[in-house]
């Protein structure tokens, strides 16, 4: 019997219950400690607010940019394959 390259025999479902309700209350955990010890020096409440709209600009250029040339990358490959079927 063929099994997939990420199936591993050991783990079944009953299993993965604990092992996640585990990893996720670790996760809390750990972020409430870091809060609680990190409160004492820092208020994020009082952290001055202030746009950042040059990086943004920069960024949705830059994603604008990448969706245009996969796209273009895309219809290609379409265009290519396309006239090779016939």
Do not use: C, H
């Not at 099994?3 to 591993?8: E, K, L």
């Not at 079944?12 to 996760?27: C, D, E, H």
């Not at 990086?55 to 949705?60: E, K």
């Amino acid at each position: 019997m063929e099994f997939p390259v990420w199936y591993v025999p050991f783990i079944t479902a009953p299993m993965l219950i604990p092992l996640i309700a585990v990893l996720l209350s670790n996760a809390i955990a750990r972020q409430w400690v870091q809060l609680s010890e990190l409160i004492k020096w820092y208020d994020p409440y009082k952290a001055p607010i202030r746009g950042e709209w040059g990086s943004f600009a920069l960024f949705m250029t830059a994603l604008l940019a990448a969706l245009v040339i996969i796209s273009w990358i895309g219809l290609t490959a379409l265009r290519r394959t396309r006239n090779n079927a016939v």
